[in-house]
């Protein structure tokens, strides 16, 4: 054999089987170099078959990674969707639980109990001069009695930080407007000025809020209370009863609180008006570089800066009385 041929046709042949080139005729040499092209093809179609199998299987395998890192993908972007919509169910759930407990609060029946008759509203010089300096000299309108309660600790504590005014101690409702009341019911905030027991207004505005409880509701002063406590400390004190007031500048709601007691206790007669110790509030307001002041230290006597309803009714009188200022002054 030679060249992996078989001897089939009548060919020379050498002593090392090569192949010579003598054919005993013209036809046996096309059959040789037929077969041999039949050969060299059937090699070639092996060689190139066999790439053409492997580039198909990486063309497969290419395919499969897209399909399967497609399906991934997929099935990645499923959970996350999945994922956002328990968060978004769960988001909305407490949401709708939020309304319906605001609505729940809203059409619950405000059990009101009957005001206190053991603690009659008091009207004394301190409320009456209250009034005359929020129409004269802060041009006020509208003005009510809103409350009349005892502070607590808890209205003074920092942490806190409000002044609380429960339903059913409340004078009137009146002190607010159609659309102040939908405001708090729908648990917004207004933003109002307060005056302080010694005539003057607080620097800082205050926050009035509706507080829902379990079965009734409570408007509170909030944001700023704790500076104002601080401010007037002298007369907001533990124990001390206080009267709120309300009333309108330019339309704007304002509140003010007058104390109706403090460490010189008023003295309530007959008629319902206050009689001071006027002994003890005059000498008060004596400077120790008066004649009065000095026959006071000479005497031993330690003068106390006049505070709660005294200081009200000096700082009034200072605006009101005209004999009064020529006195102190």
Not at 130 to 147: A, P, S
Not at 243 to 249: A, C, E, G, I
Request: aromatic share 8%; proline share 2%; glycine share 6%.
């Amino acid at each position: 054999m030679a060249g992996g041929l078989e001897r089939s046709c009548n060919c020379v042949w050498d002593s090392n089987d090569h192949l010579c080139m003598g054919y005993s005729n013209e036809d046996e040499k096309q059959e040789f170099f037929r077969k041999k092209i039949d050969e060299l093809i059937e090699e070639k179609r092996k060689k190139f078959g066999t790439q053409d199998v492997i580039a198909a299987d990486q063309v497969n395998e290419r395919e499969k990674r897209k399909k399967f890192a497609t399906q991934d993908a997929i099935a990645a972007d499923q959970v996350n969707e999945r994922e956002k919509r328990k968060k978004f169910a769960t988001q909305d759930a407490i949401d709708a639980d939020q309304v319906n407990e605001r609505e729940k609060r809203k059409k619950r029946p405000i059990v009101a109990k009957k005001k206190s008759q053991s603690v009659p509203i008091e009207s004394n010089e301190v409320t009456r001069r209250l009034k005359e300096y929020i129409v004269n000299e802060k041009n006020g309108t509208e003005v009510k009695m809103v409350i009349q309660k005892t502070l607590y600790q808890s209205d003074l504590e920092k942490s806190q930080n409000r002044l609380n005014m429960p339903i059913n101690q409340l004078q009137t409702l009146d002190f607010l407007r159609e659309d102040e009341k939908r405001l708090l019911d729908n648990d917004k905030n207004i933003e109002v000025g307060l005056l302080g027991p010694r005539l003057k207004m607080h620097e800082k505005s205050m926050v009035l809020k509706k507080w829902p409880m379990r079965s009734t509701f409570n408007y509170v002063l909030i944001t700023n209370w704790n500076g104002f406590v601080k401010e007037n400390q002298e007369d907001l004190k533990k124990d001390t009863r206080i009267q709120v007031w309300s009333f309108r500048k330019e339309g704007k709601l304002h509140f003010a609180i007058a104390c109706l007691a403090s460490s010189i206790e008023i003295e309530m007669g007959n008629s319902g008006k206050s009689n001071l110790n006027w002994f003890s509030l005059m000498f008060g307001c004596f400077s120790f570089n008066s004649d009065e002041g000095k026959t006071a230290k000479g005497m031993g006597g330690v003068v106390k800066p006049p505070c709660g309803p005294e200081a009200t009714m000096i700082a009034a009188a200072r605006h009101f009385s005209t004999s009064h200022k020529a006195l102190i002054n």
